[in-house]
């Protein structure tokens, strides 16, 4: 097999590898990724989980509607 005749074909590969990596390692916006405290409160058998963030502003949400 010649080499150039598949060179579109790894070009288009590593176009996608790249792409994928690139996603993959994307930060998260702070607006979508807001700060939670997540506490365990043992007091029963079962584990009982409570999740404490703050509400988003009408700001917030409006940017998110974007």
Same mark, same amino acid.
């Given at each position: 097999?010649?080499? #150039?005749?598949?060179?579109? $074909? !790894? $070009?288009? =590969?590593?176009?996608?590898? *790249? =792409?994928? #990596? %690139?996603?993959? &390692?994307? @930060?998260? /916006?702070k607006?979508?990724?807001? %700060?939670a405290? !997540? &506490?365990? +409160?043992? &007091?029963? @058998? &079962? /584990? *009982?989980?409570? +999740?404490? %963030?703050?509400?988003?502003t009408?700001?917030?949400?409006?940017?998110? @509607?974007?």
């Open positions: 097999m010649e080499l #150039s005749k598949h060179m579109e $074909f !790894i $070009f288009l =590969g590593a176009l996608v590898l *790249i =792409g994928v #990596s %690139a996603a993959a &390692t994307a @930060a998260v /916006p607006l979508l990724a807001p %700060a405290q !997540i &506490t365990s +409160v043992k &007091t029963s @058998a &079962t /584990p *009982i989980v409570e +999740v404490k %963030a703050k509400r988003l009408a700001e917030e949400k409006a940017a998110l @509607a974007e």
